[in-house]
């Protein structure tokens, strides 16, 4: 069996230093209370792919939408105060 490699050089090379940035980094941190609850709701549905859904799945739903909505509510809202703060 033959290998398929690319025959050509990348266009741009990679940096050596692949390591997030201090903004990447804060701005993962501000959205961190987002990110475990979109897990949170994923984990909720994937439970269900293989099985139907009970009463109190439907309560894990909608608990896990409540906790997404909440918490996108309270990213905006810090992301607007900070905003209101600078301006």
């Known amino acids: ?3 398929i490699v690319a025959r050509h050089v990348g266009v741009t090379r990679l940096p050596v230093d692949l390591e997030p940035t ?3 980094l804060a701005a993962i941190d501000a959205e ?5 609850a ?3 709701l994923l984990d909720a549905l994937i439970a269900l792919l293989d099985r139907p859904a009970s009463a109190f799945d439907g309560r894990r739903i909608r608990r896990a939408h409540r906790r997404v909505w909440a918490a996108r509510r309270d990213a ?3 992301s607007s105060a900070a905003g ?3 301006a």
């Open 1 to 3: 069996m033959e290998s």
């Open 22 to 24: 201090d903004a990447e």
């Open 32 to 36: 961190m209370s987002v990110i475990e």
């Open 38 to 40: 979109e897990v949170e």
């Open 76 to 78: 905006a809202n810090k």
């Open 84 to 86: 209101a703060a600078v």
